[in-house]
């Protein structure tokens, strides 16, 4: 896809992955508008690349419906979504104080999962309005689940139970989505240095790091953003979920 001008959104892009993603897709010459529940952090990155800022929480569905229309109003609608928000989750099925309280796992996959689908549905139906590209190519949906959905560690069982959903998804709505010409591909990443990777693992030390087959240490937010550039030229990246982790497999 050729990113000059595109209209592009990119959600959880106060921190991390998102933001990271987001100056990589302006340098690529994309009309970027940056969603987060962050307002604060997200009107920062919007100012250093000159993009939309909308704060919005994603778990509320219909703010969700209405930042894509605020951003739809002011760049058109979106051939590209990168939905990075997601919420790290640590914590024992049972412990000291009994048994984990339902409303975090509901909430974990109110977040982590139903904010993918809905944000799906709602940008692929607004590709599906786009003529098609030279390419028949109308637009490219990429979501982040995480290799703890393979390889998730004792504590992460809600964790890797609310990207396990995301995992899922991606092949059949790329089936679904691909005679519109839209694609779908989830990046599943490994372990990379953001807040998320604090939040899960409480105790990082470089002992972690050394685990990581090669290179021997956490990934920079610029290889997850440079991945998601070349998912989004190469057109025939469809229906797959890439791992993005350095060969690491606890
Ligand atoms: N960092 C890692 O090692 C790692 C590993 C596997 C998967 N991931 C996934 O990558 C994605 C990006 O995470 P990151 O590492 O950049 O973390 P991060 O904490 O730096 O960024 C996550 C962003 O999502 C936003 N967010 C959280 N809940 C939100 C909500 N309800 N509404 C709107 N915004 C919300 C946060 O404010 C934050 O800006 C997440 O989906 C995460 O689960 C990260």
């Known amino acids: 896809m050729d990113l000059w001008g595109c209209p592009a959104v990119v959600t959880g892009a106060a921190s991390g992955l998102g933001a990271e993603t987001s100056r990589h897709l302006t340098e690529a010459g994309a ?16 100012a250093e690349i000159d993009a939309l800022a909308i704060p ?14 605020t951003s739809r109003e002011a760049h058109g609608a ?20 009994g048994p984990m309280q339902l409303d975090d796992f509901r909430q974990l996959v109110e977040v982590n999962l139903i904010s993918t689908f809905n944000t799906m ?3 692929a139906a607004d590709m599906a309005t786009l003529e098609p590209m030279a390419n028949g190519e109308r637009g490219v949906i990429i979501c982040t689940a995480s290799v703890s959905v393979y390889d998730g560690q004792s504590g992460e069982a809600a ?24 694609r ?18 409480k105790n990082l030390d470089s002992r972690l790091a050394r685990q990581i087959p090669f290179p021997h240490r956490f990934g920079d937010a ?6 998601v550039l070349h998912v989004l030229k190469n057109i025939m990246i469809n229906g797959t979920v890439l791992r993005l982790d350095g060969g690491y497999h606890r």
């Open 121 to 123: 549905r709602l940008a």
């Open 159 to 182: 964790y890797a139970a609310s990207k396990g959903g995301v995992v899922s998804m991606i092949l059949p709505a790329a089936r679904e989505l691909g005679r519109l010409g839209i």
């Open 78 to 97: 979106a051939r590209v979504l990168v939905h990075c928000v997601g919420r790290g989750h640590a914590a024992p099925l049972v412990g000291a104080d």
């Open 56 to 69: 919005c929480d994603v778990a509320d569905s219909a703010a969700v419906e209405q930042a894509l229309a």
């Open 184 to 201: 779908v591909v989830g990046i599943a990443p490994g372990l990379f240095g953001t807040q998320t990777l604090f939040e899960m693992e």
């Open 222 to 227: 610029a290889e997850f953003a440079q991945l």
């Open 31 to 46: 009309r970027v508008t940056v969603i987060d529940r962050d307002a604060a952090g997200v009107a920062k990155v919007a």
